[in-house]
């Protein structure tokens, strides 16, 4: 290749890049623009919402060519660079380059966030709150531009406003498209973020001013020669528990569970799969090369807090798969992102290639199998209105509060259904907030493999995968971080990683634990207790108060989630067996290409008397994976196992830049 095709090739880099991070934020602003009359579609919603999805496409067509055009041979160099003065007073520069450590991250936001605008193409999320479609294209585009940026700018002042830049969408996404106490998870997250950062943009100034530069690619360099060993633990605290907020890490996380459980379907695929990795890419990108001494004083302590994740996700989440307990689903997976991010801190605590290039790894993997997670557990809300475990797997529970409430839906509801919930309280003399014993005791009759065999063994595999599987992508990130810690970076307490390394290995076991548990009872079931005849009324038609989860179809106030479907309709695909005709009718599950709204039942269908139905049916069916979400989730489940039998492929690229970002460390 001559110098001109090199030259070429360079600029043509320089542009993809570029056009990435530029792209959403254009994109974001036209999306509040009023359609042109000819591509305006049956209505502006659908015209909006395809705008999303092209946009969306064009950044991940660009992120594969940026990645097509990468110099495999040379990760460790900085390609598709760009460096223009911004501010020449501060010396800040708009310094734009990507490496092998950067790009795996800037082809998974690209995909995640296709998939996400193509899913929510077919399946607009709506709420109580929810506002038109612009609104909702414009933050996803926005936060997908923070996102890339994050990954993208070589500059600190740069970085720190990409990374503050995802906040306010992510905010406005669970705020107004979310379920449940939506308000009080988005104020949680944007609280604990902000403060966080307020402290990490002290220790991005002190290690800039103080080293003389804000560019990172000249920090690494000097490897914090420049920097004096009480500038450089000063710069890795501040810094440090602004990144670990992000993380979260542990005891930083109590903000994550409740985001995820309130968040729609596609702000939780994308906080768990893209924005809990700028966090960790922070520690490798910054700390590590620029402030060496300071990481090396705080790994051990990084690695204490990284392996009591570990167990306290690995913990919170066997006690959300007890039978009983009214563990929710979303909140469970929410738990085991604490867990897996545990391993990558771990891995990065260990100060070695081996360790670091694990944490890289698993950021990838827990971003493709967390990703695919969320795409279920949001089709199971869909089809069962709720993501209680009790009502998913039909476990009999007499548990009160908001986790039985949760059984019937009401804790997957937004205020309106409030009264309804109240009303078929009064309609069995209980109080409100309190489920009956018959409504709690029931459950839906039938788990995903015998009612959607599709969806429960798409469920199973990515729940193997995330308890790491070997030939699955989520096995190399956490036995690399584990073989780290077994041989240290030189400086570091070795007897105490060898206890990490244990306690950790301990972790894998307590995952293995609660995730078989949680597929034995999504995908097969759990047991179910015969109703005693003093629970239901025989012959007569029971009343609203009385119906079983499982033996009626649910009306919206009962069992609809807020970000689904609308106040007043039932959920399109639930339908017992034994129903009266009408109900049936009613209930016959759309063809799997028509839009989610057309599958709706007709309003006003009547239930058969309790006499022609049996809780305990197993019979009736529910949608099963529909060809939008296949779309959605193949190309997930397809990078994990390609990720799991191929791992080179994304070690080839990070480890040459790890070995230059840690001064040439050996493994």
């Known amino acids: 290749m001559g110098p ?13 890049l570029a056009a990435i991070v530029v792209l959403p934020l254009l994109g974001s602003a036209a999306a ?6 000819g591509l305006r579609g049956r209505n502006p919603e659908q015209a909006v919402l395809r705008h999303g999805v092209t946009v969306t496409g064009v950044i991940l067509a660009l992120a594969v060519a940026l990645a097509a055009g990468f110099d495999h041979d040379d990760p460790a160099r900085m390609q598709a660079t760009t460096d223009i003065s911004w501010i020449p007073a501060l ?50 585009l926005l936060l997908e531009a923070g996102t890339l940026a994050t990954f993208a700018v070589l500059d600190l002042l740069l970085f720190f406003l990409a990374f503050e830049m995802v906040l306010v969408p992510m ?31 002290l220790g991005l100034l002190l290690l800039g001013l103080e080293g003389g530069t804000f560019d990172m690619v000249a920090l690494a ?53 893209v924005l809990l990795k700028m966090g960790t890419y922070g520690f490798v990108r910054i700390l590590l090369p620029a402030a060496p001494d300071g990481m090396r004083t705080f790994a051990p302590y990084l690695a204490a807090f990284a392996v009591a994740g570990i167990i306290y ?23 085991s992102s604490v867990g897996h991010m545990g391993f990558v801190l771990l891995g990065i605590a260990t100060m070695t290639p081996t360790g670091v290039n694990g944490a890289l790894f698993a950021n990838i993997a827990h971003g493709l199998i967390t990703g695919l997670l969320f795409f279920l557990v949001g089709a199971v809300k869909e089809r069962y209105g709720s993501t209680d475990l009790d009502h998913i797997s039909g476990a009999r529970g007499t548990a009160t509060g908001p986790a039985t409430a949760a059984a019937t839906g009401t804790a997957d509801t937004g205020p309106a259904d409030t009264g309804t919930a109240a009303s078929g309280a009064a309609a069995t003399g209980a109080a409100p907030g309190r489920v009956s014993g018959t409504s709690a005791a029931v459950g839906t009759g039938g788990a995903l493999y015998g009612r959607a065999p599709r969806l429960g063994g798409l469920f199973a595999f990515a729940a193997v995968a995330s308890l790491g599987l070997p030939g699955l992508a989520g096995f190399w990130g ?22 990490f390394m244990a306690v950790a290995a301990f972790g894998t076991l307590l995952t293995a634990a609660y995730l078989l548990v949680v597929v034995r009872r999504v995908c097969m079931g759990g047991h179910l207790e015969q109703p005693s005849a003093g629970d239901q009324p025989s012959g007569d038609q029971p009343s609203a108060g009385d119906r079983p989860p499982g033996g009626h179809r649910p009306s919206a106030a009962d069992q609809a989630p807020a970000d689904q479907a609308p106040a007043g309709r039932a959920p399109a695909d639930e339908a017992p067996a034994g129903e009266a005709s009408a109900a ?11 839009a989610p709204d057309d599958a709706a039942p007709a309003r006003g269908a009547t239930a058969a008397p309790a006499a022609t139905r049996s809780p305990r049916s197993t019979g009736s069916t529910l949608t099963d994976v529909r060809p939008y979400e296949f779309a959605a989730w193949a190309p997930l489940a397809v990078l994990t196992v390609l990720a799991g039998l191929w791992p080179a492929v994304l070690l080839g690229l990070s480890d040459p830049a790890v070995q230059i970002l840690l001064g040439g460390g050996s493994r």
């Open 171 to 201: 905010y406005f996404l669970i705020a107004r498209w979310g379920g449940a106490a939506r308000e009080k998870a988005a104020g949680k997250f944007i609280l604990y973020t902000l403060l966080g950062s307020v402290v990490m943009l």
């Open 32 to 37: 509040l623009l009023p359609a042109p009359p």
């Open 4 to 16: 001109l095709d090199s030259l070429l090739s360079d600029t043509v880099m320089q542009y993809l």
């Open 478 to 499: 956490e036995m690399l971080a584990l073989f780290g810690a077994f041989r240290p970076a030189e400086g570091l307490s070795r007897p105490a990683f060898l206890v």
């Open 221 to 273: 360099t000097d490897n914090g020669s420049s920097l004096a060993h009480g500038t450089q633990l000063a710069a890795v605290l501040a810094i440090g528990i602004g990144l670990a907020v992000k993380t979260p890490m542990w005891p930083l996380h109590s903000w994550l569970p409740d985001a995820h459980t309130a968040a729609p379907t596609t702000g939780s695929v994308l906080l768990a799969g």
């Open 313 to 335: 996700g690995s913990l919170a989440c066997l006690a959300l798969a007890r039978s009983g307990t009214g563990g929710d689903l979303k909140r469970l997976i929410a738990y």
């Open 584 to 594: 049936d009718a009613s209930a016959t599950p759309a063809p799997d290409d028509a």
């Open 91 to 140: 010396g800040t520069r708009i310094h734009l380059g990507t490496d092998g450590v950067s790009l795996p991250l800037l082809v998974l936001t690209a995909l995640l966030t296709f998939l996400c605008a193509l899913h929510s193409y077919f399946r607009p999320p709506e709420g109580p709150a929810a506002p038109s479609a612009k609104g909702f294209v414009a933050l996803l």
